[in-house]
């Protein structure tokens, strides 16, 4: 918002005057002009041999037809739009270990925008996503309405799949978003993974780990030849028991 102010004008002689004010329309990109025109009635009067200034106003008629008037100034409104610009978030998965076949868990992932982020970004509807077993999947496309920097949370839910180990880092994605004339543009897109070094501009990778042993309880599997460590413990601690008998029947013989 701003107020600009024309030149002083000079009045020679009393009388009722009015001036039109109007705007010319621009070639910048993104705005509308106003088509308003405002009409200004100035009265001036002789008093004692001095012009004097004894009235002003301002009056327009508006959009529904219903006459405005002003004392202060003529008011413009200029409306500046850009068209929307979209860009869709990728998150992947990997998977480590042997899965045995038919046991690739279903794995999902969820966007949250940053409470700090500017105006002008609308998540999609579905804010959510899902990966069977290794792979790649998109979220829904966030929409962008003005210039700005805006920041993103992408993290895995966490699941009950025995055997796997999910991933508990965040991903964070940075979206910088220009205005140049008028036309919003996609600058740069980052995706960091927090507490680490690593970045890329990409994708969020988030990676699970498969150990069958985990599907067991940390318990030895039958079959295992651990199985026989008991065992074999047991028949090694009798062996030692009927030496020692033995040898306590020889001393009590001598």
Same mark, same amino acid.
Do not use: C, M, N
């Given at each position: 918002e701003d107020i600009a102010r024309f030149s002083t004008i000079t009045f020679t002689e009393a009388? #009722?005057?009015? /001036? #039109?004010?109007g705007e010319e &329309?621009?070639?910048a990109l993104g705005y509308d002009y106003d088509d308003h025109t405002w009409?200004?009635?100035?009265e001036v009067k002789d008093q004692g041999g001095f012009l004097m200034v004894t009235k002003n106003t301002y009056t327009k008629t508006d959009a529904d037809g219903q006459e405005v008037t002003s004392d202060e100034e003529a008011t413009f409104t200029n409306d500046y739009? !850009?068209?929307?610009? =979209?860009? +869709? &978030?990728? !998150? #992947?998965?990997?998977?480590?270990?042997? @899965? &045995?076949? =038919?046991?690739?868990?279903? *794995?999902? /992932?969820?966007l949250t925008a940053r409470e700090d982020n500017p105006e002008g970004a609308v998540l999609p509807k579905e804010a959510e996503v899902s990966i069977q077993g290794s792979g790649e999947a998109d979220f829904g496309e966030i929409e962008f309405e003005q210039a700005g920097t805006y920041r993103f949370d992408i993290r895995e839910a966490d699941g009950h799949e025995a055997g796997y180990t999910y991933d508990e880092h965040i991903w964070r994605m940075t979206v910088e978003v220009a205005d140049e004339d008028g036309v919003l543009t996609i600058e740069e897109v980052t995706y960091e993974k927090l507490g680490t070094f690593m970045s890329n501009g990409e994708a969020a990778e988030f990676t699970n780990e498969y150990d069958e042993a985990v +599907?067991? =309880? $940390?318990? @030895?599997?039958?079959?295992?030849?651990?199985? /026989? %460590?008991?065992?074999?413990? =047991?028949? $090694?601690? %009798?062996?030692? *028991?009927?030496?020692?008998?033995? %040898?306590w029947r020889r001393k009590e013989e001598e």
């Open positions: 009388g #009722t005057y009015h /001036f #039109t004010i &329309p621009g070639t009409d200004l009635e100035i739009q !850009v068209e929307a610009i =979209g860009y +869709t &978030p990728t !998150v #992947t998965k990997a998977v480590t270990g042997d @899965v &045995p076949e =038919g046991r690739d868990a279903q *794995f999902r /992932f969820a +599907t067991t =309880g $940390g318990r @030895v599997k039958t079959g295992d030849p651990a199985d /026989f %460590s008991w065992p074999l413990a =047991g028949v $090694g601690i %009798s062996a030692l *028991f009927i030496l020692i008998l033995l %040898s």
